[in-house]
């Protein structure tokens, strides 16, 4: 079946620094990959759908130019948390849709940690 | 746009019962696809069913199945024979044609089956 491999699955950063965290589709191809945060006890919340070559469309109320997204191949997104704050903390997921199908695939998470 | 309401915050049942999980929408679409979505304590997202719009046939998938309810906008989920493992946070999703394909999520209900 298909695969979303994230990277990292657990990060701690100092305030200030920035994290990179990768989604990538082991075998399948994806025009499209979605970027979500989830609170503790909360639904997933979408932050920016990420498009091949093209920039990311960014949900309102997220700050692009904090979370930097680049989807450079038809198998890797990348979500750069910059200078980081501790109100970054939070469980960061990805998913990916095959291009022309309906079925999405979750990565595992990233738990981000910011001290 | 469009909106997946979850009203049980929270649900438990004993072993080998059956627990129906309740989910609502808002939409204008005519074809659209619901999912539910399954997170347990990894906080992988699992696939649990899926149903297409135009498919007046309820999905199953072994002890899962759905009761789609079209015109009342409506897709319950009923888990027969709970198993320990049904343990989780369980999520409705709705996507549309629109609005890049996303996934709307419902604000999830959280269950436990109880041994």
């Known amino acids: 079946g298909a695969v979303v491999s994230q990277h990292p699955s657990r990060v701690i950063c100092k305030s200030g620094t920035s994290v990179k965290i990768e989604c990538r589709s082991l075998d399948f191809q994806a025009t499209t990959m979605f970027w979500y945060r989830q609170f503790p006890k909360q639904s997933l919340m979408l932050m920016a759908t990420?498009?091949?070559?093209?920039?990311?469309?960014?949900e309102q109320g997220v700050e692009k130019d904090k979370f930097l997204i680049n989807h450079a191949s038809l198998t890797l997104s990348t979500l750069t948390v910059t200078s980081a704050h501790p109100e970054d903390s939070s469980f960061y997921i990805c998913?990916?849709?095959?291009?022309?199908?309906?079925?999405?695939?979750f990565g595992s998470g990233t738990r981000l940690t910011v001290v | 746009a469009q909106t997946v309401t979850q009203s049980q915050p929270e649900m438990s049942v004993q072993e080998a019962e059956t627990v129906t999980l309740s989910c609502t929408y808002d939409?204008?679409?005519?074809?659209?696809?619901l999912f539910w979505y399954k997170q347990p304590p990894s906080r992988q997202m699992i696939l649990v069913i899926r149903?297409?719009?135009?498919?007046?046939q309820n999905a199953t998938e072994n002890r899962f199945s759905v009761n789609f309810q079209k015109a009342a906008k409506s897709f319950s989920l009923k888990i027969s024979d709970s198993q320990l493992g049904d343990t989780a946070m369980y999520f409705c999703a709705f996507m549309g044609n629109n609005a890049g394909n996303m996934l709307t999520f419902g604000g999830g209900t959280r269950l436990m089956v109880k041994p």
């Open positions: 149903q297409e719009a135009y498919k007046q």
């Open positions: 939409t204008s679409e005519s074809n659209y696809y």
């Open positions: 990420s498009n091949e070559g093209s920039k990311a469309t960014y």
């Open positions: 998913s990916a849709r095959e291009t022309g199908g309906v079925h999405y695939t």
